[in-house]
């Protein structure tokens, strides 16, 4: 199984308050990705990052900021909870290359919960 | 444009095939399927890409029809452990590594 850890597995805050989630790998794997689950949506992506410092928006951005200072870390960060984020998140990586095809490996997720 | 998953569900019985669908109203580069069970991770199933490469487990088989933006992936003699829910995801390019469009999902339920 590919080494990658989410932080913390399970959050319940308050609408207003900000949240930071965070996604470690051990495979040094250039490409980090956040996604959202929720019932009746399948997944969505919510940013990526294809390089330290380097990240990009994905498909429901809003809401959502990200670092990555370093190439085992991706944060995710919700400056300001809404009800609305109440969701499972995601991480995943992938090495986007001749053997691997960007073959995306998810992490244990979050359930973080926005009274 | 999120990719047109069908049906959204189908319950089997042990050793029954079942076909997944995934359309998409874009050109794409690849379509990739993953596997979710209850309250855990997806995990990767199968890549196809355009041009007729692919890689996955050996127990499963899909296509690719790039004229057509669809894919099928094929579930045959089903086992209990293939209980769960199905996801296409695609991409409209390659090279780079912008994130996977999923379809809503599958869900397959497998009855001894």
């Known amino acids: 199984d590919a080494g990658i850890t989410q932080s913390p597995r399970h959050k319940v805050t308050e609408t207003g308050t900000p949240v930071t989630l965070r996604c470690h790998q051990t495979?040094?794997?250039?490409?980090m990705y956040w996604y959202r689950q929720d019932p009746g949506h399948g997944l969505r992506l919510i940013h990526y990052?294809?390089?330290?410092?380097?990240?990009d928006k994905g498909e429901v951005s809003d809401g959502y900021s990200v670092s990555r200072s370093k190439t085992e870390d991706f944060l995710l960060t919700l400056e300001s909870a809404t009800s609305s984020q109440t969701s499972v998140y995601f991480c995943?990586?992938?090495?986007?290359?001749?053997?691997?095809?960007?073959?995306?490996?998810f992490g244990p997720g979050t359930r973080l919960t926005v009274l | 444009q999120q990719p047109v998953q069908s049906p959204q569900a189908v319950i089997l019985r042990e050793g029954e095939d079942a076909v997944i669908n995934c359309s998409s109203s874009?050109?794409?580069?690849?379509v990739h399927w993953y596997r979710q069970k209850h309250g855990e991770a997806p995990v990767f199933l199968m890549i196809?890409?355009?041009?007729?490469e692919q890689k996955g487990h050996e127990k499963i088989s899909a296509s690719f029809n790039e004229k057509k933006q669809q894919s099928s992936l094929y579930l045959t003699a089903s086992q209990l452990s293939y209980s769960g829910t199905y996801f296409c995801?695609?991409?409209?390019?390659?090279?780079?590594?912008?994130?996977?469009?999923f379809g809503k999902g599958t869900h397959l339920i497998i009855q001894p």
């Open positions: 995943a990586i992938s090495e986007s290359n001749l053997v691997s095809y960007n073959e995306q490996f």
């Open positions: 995801g695609t991409e409209d390019s390659g090279g780079g590594a912008d994130g996977l469009t």
């Open positions: 495979e040094n794997h250039r490409y």
């Open positions: 874009k050109a794409l580069y690849s």
């Open positions: 990052s294809y390089g330290v410092k380097d990240t």
């Open positions: 196809l890409l355009k041009g007729g």
